[in-house]
Structures are given as structure tokens and as C-alpha cells.
């Protein structure tokens, strides 16, 4: 089973996919973690500035890990729809993508806390604002190749919005019969 959770930056979506695919035993696959991790120069430059990388190479480095894997948790992609047709054309799309949906004004709240360097006021307005331009066609190609959705409300505790997204997750974990939690 592959699990997709959608959100703008700050909405919580690593938090819930990480404690989740711990507790579940799955993968959990972030790109964007894969890429902060990067210690090359253009990775970096490019990660201050909070422009997006490429589908190809995006995908280039989640492929591989979901190909690998029978349980994942995709975190934050595919962030455009060609990303979402290259997993359609892999058989790789999620079974249920999972949009945590938070106000920009929390997202501001909660992202002052994290304090990365790339999280200034205005990269922030503008991640929100392309996940949001984005977030309804990548919904709409995968809901028309199969995919199921739910969206959550991603204000409240950690633990709050952990179990509205668990919740929905075992509906179709105990609707599958083949997963086991």
C-alpha cells in the first residue's frame, strides 16, 4: 500500500508520514529530506532560494526507494503533475493521498519555529501559494488514475491531527484485507 500525504510546507505532513511509517513498519520517503540532506553545492544554493528541482530528478531519487518497497509513505510528492504521471506510468501512484490542510497563517506560525534558513516570510508565501496553485491538478489526475482522498484538518495538536490522518488510513488498511497494520 502507498500512502501520499499532501500539505504546504509546515502543514505537519513529515511529522504524521514519519510517526506512521515508523508505528506501521513502511517507508517513508521524503524528497525534500532527501535533498536537504544533499551536500552539493547547487542542492544547497537552490534549497535557499525554495525554488523546486526537476521532475526527472526528483523522481530519479524516489523511484528507486518505491520501487524497493511493498508499505510507503510519500512525503510531499509528486509536487507537479508530470510527477504524478511518471508514478502513473511506473504503477507506482498511492492508493490514498491524504491533503492536510492548514491556513497560511499557521503555516507562518509553525514554520518561524522550525527556523531553517530557507523559511524567510516570503519563500514561505511563495511555497504555500505554488502547493496550492498545484495541490487540485496533481488531486485531480491521480483521483482520475484510481486514487482515493481525504482531507484532514491539520490544525490542533500533533497528536490531534496524527490520529484524524491514522484514522483514515486504517479504513483503507482494514478495507484491503492484504495490509496488516
Do not use: C
Not at 56 to 83: H, K
Not at 121 to 136: C, F, G, L, S, V
Amino acid at each position: 500500500m502507498n500512502i501520499l500525504f499532501l500539505g504546504a510546507p509546515g502543514s505537519g505532513k513529515s511529522t504524521i508520514g514519519q510517526t506512521l511509517a515508523q508505528e506501521m513498519g513502511w517507508e517513508w520517503i521524503s524528497t525534500g529530506e532527501i535533498l536537504r540532506q544533499s551536500t552539493e553545492p547547487w542542492v544547497v544554493d537552490r534549497l535557499k532560494t525554495g525554488q523546486l528541482f526537476d521532475d526527472e530528478m526528483v523522481m530519479g531519487l524516489a523511484i528507486p526507494r518505491i520501487e524497493s518497497s511493498q508499505n510507503t509513505i510519500y512525503d510531499g510528492f509528486p509536487r507537479t503533475v508530470r510527477q504524478a504521471e511518471m508514478l502513473v506510468e511506473k504503477g507506482l501512484q498511492p492508493d490514498l493521498m491524504i491533503e492536510v490542510n492548514v491556513p497560511l497563517e499557521e503555516i507562518f506560525e509553525r514554520l518561524a519555529l522550525r527556523g531553517r534558513e530557507q523559511d524567510t516570510p516570503e519563500i514561505i508565501e511563495q511555497r504555500y501559494n505554488m502547493h496550492e496553485d498545484t495541490k487540485n491538478e496533481i488531486m485531480a489526475y491521480l483521483v482520475g488514475h484510481g486514487v482515493k482522498v481525504a482531507v484532514i484538518d491539520g490544525v490542533g495538536t500533533p497528536e490531534e491531527v496524527y490520529a484524524r490522518a491514522k484514522a483514515e488510513v486504517m479504513k483503507m488498511v482494514d478495507g484491503d484485507g492484504g495490509v496488516s497494520a
